[in-house]
C-alpha cells in the first residue's frame, strides 16, 4: 500500500490529453512539500519528468505539465505520442515518515 | 555528464549480506545528497535510504532500518548501501540517485543492479 495514491492504469489515443492524479495527506502534499513525476519506461531507470510541482527539467518536452493543490497532484500529458507509454510515479516527502513518498505508479497506455 | 553506475548485487540466501557500491562522476560528488531507491519485481518504486553529502545525516525507511547502513567515501565519488540479515521481501532492483536536496527529488539515476534473496 503506497502512501501516494495513484491510478493503476490510464490510456489515450494518439494526439489526446491524459491526466495522472496523486492523492497524499497532511503530511505529505498537504504540509506543502513539493511532488515530483518521474517517467520509466520498459525495461528501464526512472527519469525525472517534473520537480518542484511544475517545472520541466531540460529536455522534457513541455506536453508534459504538472499542477498541484491541497493534498493532490496531477500530471498531464497532451498530444500523446506512442514514446509516452510508460510507468509514471509521483513522489514526495512525508514529515511523519521523515523521508520519501512515492506514489504507486500509474501505467500510460496509448492506444 | 552525470554518471551513476551500481555494482554489487546478486544472488544471497535469507539471513545473509550483501554491499552495494555506487560509482558517481560528472558532478560534485562531496556536495550532493544521494539516495538508494529499490524495485522489486513488477512493483513500485520504494525509498530505502539517504544520506548527506558529507555523511554526516543518514535516513532510512522502517523496512530497512536497524538492518541496512548507508555510506559514503568522498575520496572514491563512491556510495555504499550495507545490506545485513536480508529477507526474500528485500529482492529488487536497487538504483542509486542524486538526491537534489531541500526534498526536491531525484535528478539523475543509474541503471540499478539486481538483488535476489533466496534459497
Known amino acids: 500500500q503506497s502512501v501516494l495514491t495513484q491510478p493503476p492504469s490510464v490510456s489515450g489515443a494518439p494526439g489526446q490529453r491524459v491526466t495522472i492524479s496523486c492523492t497524499g495527506a497532511?503530511?505529505?502534499?498537504?504540509?506543502?512539500?513539493?511532488v515530483h513525476w518521474y517517467q520509466q519506461l520498459p525495461g528501464t531507470a526512472p527519469k525525472f519528468l517534473i520537480s518542484?510541482?511544475?517545472n520541466r527539467p531540460s529536455g522534457v518536452p513541455d506536453r508534459f505539465s504538472g499542477s498541484k493543490s491541497g493534498t493532490s497532484a496531477s500530471l498531464a500529458i497532451i498530444g500523446l505520442q506512442a514514446e509516452d507509454e510508460a510507468d509514471y510515479y509521483c513522489?514526495?516527502?512525508?514529515?511523519?515518515?521523515?523521508?520519501?513518498?512515492f506514489g504507486g505508479g500509474t501505467k500510460l497506455t496509448v492506444l | 555528464e552525470v554518471q551513476l553506475v551500481e555494482s554489487g548485487g546478486g544472488l544471497v540466501q535469507p539471513g545473509g549480506s550483501l554491499r552495494l557500491s555506487c560509482a558517481a562522476s560528472?558532478?560534485?560528488?562531496?556536495?550532493?545528497?544521494m539516495t538508494w531507491v529499490r524495485q522489486a519485481p513488477g512493483k513500485g518504486l520504494e525509498w530505502v535510504s539517504a544520506?548527506?553529502?558529507?555523511?554526516?545525516?543518514?535516513y532510512y525507511a522502517d523496512s530497512v532500518k536497524g538492518r541496512f547502513t548507508i555510506s559514503r567515501d568522498n575520496s572514491k565519488n563512491t556510495l555504499y548501501l550495507q545490506m545485513n540479515s536480508l529477507k526474500a521481501e528485500d529482492t529488487a532492483v536497487y538504483y542509486c540517485?542524486?538526491?537534489?536536496?531541500?526534498?526536491?527529488?531525484?535528478?539523475?539515476w543509474g541503471r540499478g543492479t539486481l538483488v535476489t534473496v533466496s534459497s
Open positions: 544520506i548527506s553529502g558529507s555523511g554526516g545525516g543518514t
Open positions: 497532511s503530511s505529505n502534499i498537504g504540509a506543502g512539500y513539493d
Open positions: 540517485a542524486k538526491d537534489r536536496g531541500g526534498y526536491a527529488g531525484a535528478g539523475y
Open positions: 518542484g510541482n511544475s
Open positions: 513522489q514526495s516527502y512525508d514529515s511523519s515518515l521523515s523521508g520519501w513518498v
Open positions: 560528472g558532478f560534485t560528488f562531496t556536495t550532493s545528497a
